[in-house]
Structures are given as structure tokens and as C-alpha cells.
């Protein structure tokens, strides 16, 4: 089972409006930091549903995703 859990996102907005995740604070306020950001595309959650811009990244040597919505919250699918 998979829930939408909305987290506070450090980003770099560059001069052209790109945004790339640095930091994810989850819900419990632990710090990850975005090692690598892997690919960035317009896409929604299939699991949670909802957001626009899918990046997948990667943390603590995992590849996941983060996905930032229309108002431009930022969310994470978690486990139950």
C-alpha cells in the first residue's frame, strides 16, 4: 500500500526555471540528500495520483521519485 506524503524540497532553480531537488525533509524531519538527479519528465504519480513534473533521483544509493504538483507542492509516494 502506497500513500502521497508531501515533504519540504531544497531546490536549484536555475536561470532558465529548471528546478532540481537537492534535499528531501520528510514527514518526521530527516534530511536526504538528492545524490544524483537521474531524469527529469512531465509525468503523474500512477500509484497515488496526482503531480506534473516527475524527477527521479537518486538517495542513499536507491533510484526513486519526486514529484512536484500544479501548485507546485512537492510529494513522495510512501509506504503505509
Do not use: H
Not at 536549484?12 to 528531501?24: N, Q, T
Not at 524527477?55 to 507546485?72: A, H, K, L, M
Amino acid at each position: 500500500m502506497v500513500r502521497k506524503v508531501y515533504v519540504d524540497v531544497y531546490a536549484l532553480i536555475d536561470k532558465d526555471g529548471k528546478r532540481r531537488p537537492l534535499r528531501i525533509q520528510w514527514e518526521d524531519g530527516t534530511v536526504y540528500t538528492v545524490e544524483r538527479l537521474l531524469n527529469r519528465c512531465r509525468a503523474k504519480s500512477r500509484a497515488v495520483g496526482g503531480g506534473e513534473m516527475r524527477y527521479t533521483v537518486q538517495i542513499n544509493g536507491r533510484e526513486t521519485f519526486v514529484f512536484e504538483d500544479e501548485e507546485g507542492k512537492w510529494f513522495v509516494e510512501g509506504k503505509c
